[in-house]
């Protein structure tokens, strides 16, 4: 099966930059997602990225890509208090029937 | 994408007693749903794929006699914990399979048992 890692907390001031980890280690997905979860809330569908692509760039955020080292990372411009939530990596089967979630970044946004 | 909805929201129940949670696809006809609960502070972990007019399919350790999933219709899936007991408790979420490799998901079920 796939493993999925994140860094499990992440803490920044207001008006920095985040940069959220994930590192796979089944590269078969052609797609990879990013999903927002607030406290007590469903899954947000942040951005994805298509395999093929090294970059995405969507607004605040930034998707980098990293096939040969199986690294994928979201980057927050500008973080606002709003932000904080826990952020989950996905990556789907190429069957598509089953999506491997990152164990989670609990990001908090100090003032 | 397409529209998911969860009902209830959030349910307690005593111990022993069974608890139905539905999740409807609101404007995409679902052949496949999928079946996740979280524990607190924890990543998502499938339970189940659900397809419509047959079995689901359960993931290992996942026991298919307490969680009854029924996929009758092309837009609602419904998953039943039976005899449920604390350790049930956590936050159940279900999704919908759109195009490839791409999944829709409900807003969740808190699930409490006293």
């Known amino acids: 099966g796939e493993d999925v890692e994140q860094s499990l907390f992440l803490s920044v001031r207001e008006g920095d930059s985040s940069v959220i980890n994930c590192t796979y280690t089944?590269?078969?997905?052609?797609?990879l997602y990013w999903y927002k979860q607030e406290p007590g809330a469903g899954l947000q569908l942040l951005t994805y990225?298509?395999?093929?692509?090294d970059m995405k760039q969507d607004q605040r955020l930034t998707v980098l890509l990293n096939k040969k080292d199986k690294h994928l990372s979201l980057r927050i411009a500008d973080t606002q208090t709003g932000d904080s939530a826990i952020y989950f990596c996905a990556l789907p089967l190429n069957t598509g029937n089953q999506f491997y979630f990152g164990t989670g970044t609990s990001l908090t946004v100090i003032p | 994408g397409a529209v998911v909805s969860q009902h209830p929201s959030w349910v307690i129940c005593k111990s022993g007693t069974s608890v139905k949670i539905e999740c409807r696809s609101l404007d995409f006809q679902a052949t496949t749903m999928f079946w996740y609960r979280q524990f607190p502070k924890q990543s998502l972990m499938l339970m189940a794929t659900s397809n419509e007019g047959s079995k689901a399919t359960y993931e290992q350790g996942v026991e298919k006699d307490k969680f009854l999933i029924n996929h009758a219709s092309l837009t609602l899936s419904t998953l039943t914990v039976t005899s449920a007991h604390p350790e049930d408790s956590s936050f159940y979420i279900c999704s919908v399979q759109g195009g490839a490799d791409t999944q829709y998901f409900g807003p969740g079920t808190r699930l409490t048992v006293l």
């Open positions: 990225i298509f395999s093929n692509m």
């Open positions: 089944d590269s078969s997905s052609t797609y």
